[in-house]
């Protein structure tokens, strides 16, 4: 057995307490949207029931007003500390599509190399760039759907109304998408898993 384990810190504490507050609120969002969708699908299918969370539209809605405070205060917690500090740019740049495309080829071909996992590859960094977007998206536009006659304007910039709904549902299902593929990966390399809360990785 091995004494010598070293250590190298990777995610900061703020970025692990908004990182789990985070996927709280999301699960909450999403199981509380779906219930709000299903009470007036836009397309001609509805989310299975045992999926949803809040019993009926009124108490989906409860939910989803809830969570929504938790989710748009820890995102600004988490880009006010990234900023500041440094730590998004740090961690989500240098990004160019060709290393992007180089590292989901690699990625696909199982071939994507992990021995520094103190850094990001091109794919990592483009995914969560994509995520953070997406949650920026989904709280303007839910901010739309939640106060229309005051955030008027905002609606306009995406086509009003029913477009402000599009958008908020193509942006979900882009979300849940990116979370399905972001745990797959975490499953595919555990040593990342303990690191979310730990904040430290063995080398
Ligand atoms: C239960 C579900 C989740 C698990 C198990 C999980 C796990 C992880 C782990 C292990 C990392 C570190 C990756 C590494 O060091 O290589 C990470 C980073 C990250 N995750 Fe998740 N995650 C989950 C949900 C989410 C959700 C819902 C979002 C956003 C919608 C999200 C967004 C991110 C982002 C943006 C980072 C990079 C954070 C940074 O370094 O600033 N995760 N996640």
Redesign the pocket.
């Known amino acids: 057995m091995t004494t010598d384990a070293k250590y190298v810190k990777?995610?900061p504490l703020v970025?692990r307490i908004t990182?789990w507050v985070?996927?709280f609120a999301?699960l909450i969002m999403v199981a509380s949207g779906w219930r709000i969708y299903n009470a007036d699908p836009l397309f001609p299918f509805k989310f299975p029931v045992d999926l949803t969370l809040g019993g009926w539209l009124a108490g989906a809605l409860q939910w989803h007003f809830a969570a929504m405070w938790l989710l748009a205060l820890n995102g600004l917690v988490?880009l006010v500390y990234?900023l500041v500090s440094g730590?998004?740019w740090r961690?989500l740049t240098p990004l160019t599509p060709a290393a992007v495309l180089r590292d989901v080829r690699n990625a696909l071909r199982g071939k994507l190399a992990h021995d520094d996992?103190s850094v990001?590859n091109a794919a990592?960094r483009a995914a969560?760039f994509v995520?953070?977007v997406l949650?920026v998206l989904l709280i303007v536009s839910g901010l739309v759907l939640w106060k229309p006659v005051q955030f008027y304007a905002l609606g306009l910039l995406m086509g009003d109304y029913e477009g402000v709904r599009y958008v908020h549902f193509f942006a979900m299902a882009a979300?849940v998408l990116?979370?399905f593929v972001?745990?797959i990966m975490?499953a595919l390399?555990p040593r990342?898993?303990p690191?979310?809360f730990t904040g430290r990785i063995r080398t």
């Open positions: 990777v995610h970025v990182h985070n996927a999301i988490y990234g730590h998004l961690k996992l990001y990592q969560y995520a953070i949650l979300l990116f979370v972001h745990v975490v390399v990342t898993f690191s979310m």
